[in-house]
């Protein structure tokens, strides 16, 4: 129990930071992916992350991981009736170029930032403190909370967000766990949002929309 203070300390700071400390300072797209990704590595630094980036069992299981997703992104796109679903999302970088949203903000502002916060510092200590099954739940659950004031400002649904990133949280707890590496969550994390951006615009695209009667 003498872990609980600490725990507490961690699990609160990533929360008062995405819901509002960050939405606070009123900064723009490449604002926020600045000041995540900073945010990120001091908060990793502070509660001794062990990302283990260049792990072989890590990439291979992230770049599986990742040809899942993306075959599944096809399929979906393959599909007349989701397809047409699809295209109406809404951009998510509208400030700025898709190539620049894509490569740069997905990749350091989303996945970097929240592998480093959660996968690499959170769930581990959450594992030593409680253990791993306890450890996965809550660390499940504080990324779902963290996604509370991004749902707000995109006009989503909270409780429907925070389940859903919760869910995703528990699976990239999962491969970390598994291989011991940030890296495959890394990958499916990015596999998975870069997914999200590409499939609407290509859905668009290529999409035939439905005539009129």
């Known amino acids: 129990m003498s872990r609980v203070p600490e725990v507490a300390v961690a699990v609160g700071i990533p929360l008062a930071w995405s819901?509002?400390?960050?939405?606070?300072?009123?900064l723009g797209v490449r604002g926020r992916t600045a000041a995540n990704a900073g945010?990120?590595?001091?908060?990793?630094?502070?509660?001794?992350?062990?990302p283990n980036w260049f792990s072989a069992r890590g990439f291979r299981y992230g770049i599986v991981s990742a040809a899942l997703v993306a075959a599944g992104y096809g399929v979906a796109l393959a599909i007349p009736p989701v397809r047409e679903g699809l295209r109406e999302f809404?951009?998510?970088?509208?400030?700025?170029?898709?190539?620049?949203?894509?490569?740069?903000?997905?990749?350091?502002?989303?996945?970097?930032?929240?592998?480093?916060?959660f996968r690499a510092a959170l769930d581990p200590l959450l594992d030593n403190?409680?253990?791993?099954?306890?450890?996965?739940?809550?660390?499940?659950?504080?990324?779902?909370?963290?996604?509370?004031?991004?749902?707000?400002?995109?006009?989503?649904?909270?409780?429907?967000?925070?389940?859903?990133t919760a869910a995703g949280g528990f699976v990239l707890g999962w491969l970390r766990r598994r291989t011991g590496s940030v890296t495959a969550p890394a990958l499916l994390h990015f596999a998975?949002?870069?997914?999200?951006?590409?499939?609407p615009r290509l859905a668009r695209l290529?999409?035939?929309?439905?005539?009129?009667a």
């Open 206 to 212: 290529f999409g035939t929309p439905r005539t009129q």
């Open 39 to 50: 945010f990120a590595t001091a908060y990793a630094l502070v509660f001794d992350d062990d």
């Open 129 to 164: 403190a409680f253990g791993s099954r306890a450890g996965s739940l809550l660390g499940a659950l504080t990324f779902g909370l963290w996604h509370i004031h991004p749902a707000r400002a995109a006009g989503e649904s909270v409780p429907a967000t925070v389940a859903a």
């Open 19 to 26: 819901n509002w400390l960050l939405p606070g300072l009123g």
């Open 192 to 199: 998975t949002n870069a997914g999200g951006a590409i499939a």
């Open 90 to 117: 809404a951009d998510r970088g509208p400030e700025v170029s898709d190539a620049e949203w894509i490569a740069v903000h997905i990749p350091i502002g989303t996945v970097y930032s929240e592998e480093m916060v």
